[in-house]
């Protein structure tokens, strides 16, 4: 059944908000399935490393595009040391009020 949503939401053209309400009632879809529906991560929780959410959120390619896409930071306060969220190159955290590469000092 989750290929067949998977493929419903892919090729049916629902756009985002839809495909995401369906996926969020239909937990079936596989880990490998739900990251090509290219959802964004809402939250960045910090961690050596920490995670993106939702489960599945597509990771950001580089800063540029974590700047743009800005999730929310979890927690919103400075970035204690070491913590981060490893991005599709690199590496970022949160500073109190930006996203700035690297590794938090």
Do not use: C, Y
């Amino acid at each position: 059944m989750a290929s067949s949503l998977f493929n419903i939401l892919k090729w049916g053209g629902l756009n985002r908000e839809a495909a995401k309400a369906i996926v969020a009632m239909d937990t079936r879809l596989t880990a490998a399935e739900a990251p090509k529906l290219g959802f964004n991560p809402t939250t960045a929780t910090a961690g050596t490393p920490g995670a993106f959410t939702p489960t599945g959120a597509t990771v950001p390619a580089n800063l540029a595009a974590l700047q743009l896409l800005n999730p929310v930071a979890s927690p919103l306060t400075l970035w204690t040391t070491g913590q981060r969220v490893a991005l599709g190159t690199g590496t970022a955290h949160w500073n109190a009020t930006a996203w700035v590469t690297g590794n938090a000092p």
